[in-house]
T-cell receptor
Framework: NAGVTQTPKFRILKIGQSMTLQCTQD?????MYWYRQDPGMGLKLIYY???????DKGEVPNGYNVSRSTTEDFPLRLELAAPSQTSVYFC???????????FGPGTRLTVT | GIQVEQSPPDLILQEGANSTLRCNFS?????LQWFHQNPWGQLINLFY???GTKQNGRLSATTVATERYSLLYISSSQTTDSGVYFC?????????????????FGTGTRLTIIP
């Protein structure tokens, strides 16, 4: 199993551009999560999903969108990128809710 | 929302030393977890411990839910223990299958082990 994979690893965006961060898991987990980690801070939940077709907002959803058309994939969409979205983004999956989350390696995004 | 505070923010120790990391939370919680983020950014689950004590090798954790804190103990530290340790809590607000399915993270303790 590859576990949780994220692409790209690094990305630089200009203000106003859009992009999609990809997250895929091959463990057949129902639960998937997107977090952002700002320098020196803990993780903050952006969006989460409890299964295909079901998503909900976390603490900091503004400026982001998600979809969950399959169990495996949970892409995060940034529309109109802003400097405040410069962060490291982690995707995670879990077989049973917030417990036992498996994290991807992260995507480092810079918006200039 | 629930507040999660960790102390100390930074800790520098010699290899072989023992350490205690603390996590305080502002309200009752359903779940509590400890994570280790290594220097390469990878996040790894250490313990799921909403109450009581658990041990895994040189690491152990204790949560006293009634007093709203948890402690992570690291004994005989090794350089591979370096990184940031996060405490995260879940407080379930709704009783449903699609409830408050999320963790709130503290800001972490950065541990540096010197050879």
């Amino acid at each position: 199993n590859a576990g949780v994979t994220q692409t790209p690893k690094f990305r630089i965006l200009k203000i106003g551009q859009s992009m999609t961060l990809q997250c895929t898991q091959d463990m057949n987990h129902n639960y998937m999560y997107w977090y952002r980690q700002d320098p020196g801070m803990g993780l903050k939940l952006i969006y989460y999903s409890v299964g295909a077709g079901i998503t909900d907002k976390g603490e900091v959803p503004n400026g982001y969108n998600v979809s969950r058309s399959t169990t495996e994939d949970f892409p995060l969409r940034l529309e109109l990128a802003a400097p405040s979205q410069t962060s490291v983004y982690f995707c995670a999956s879990s077989p049973r809710g917030p417990l036992e989350q498996y994290f991807g390696p992260g995507t480092r995004l810079t918006v200039t | 929302g629930i507040q999660v505070e960790q102390s100390p923010p930074d800790l520098i120790l010699q290899e072989g030393a023992n350490s205690t990391l603390r996590c305080n939370f502002s309200d009752s919680v359903n779940n509590l977890q400890w994570f280790h983020q290594n220097p390469w950014g990878q996040l790894i689950n250490l313990f799921y411990i909403p109450s009581g004590t658990k041990q895994n090798g040189r690491l152990s954790a204790t949560t006293v839910a009634t007093e709203r804190y948890s402690l992570l103990y690291i004994s005989s530290s090794q350089t591979t223990d370096s990184g940031v340790y996060f405490c995260a809590v879940e407080r379930r607000l709704r009783v449903s299958n699609f409830g408050n399915e999320k963790l709130t993270f503290g800001t972490g303790t950065r541990l540096t082990i010197i050879p």
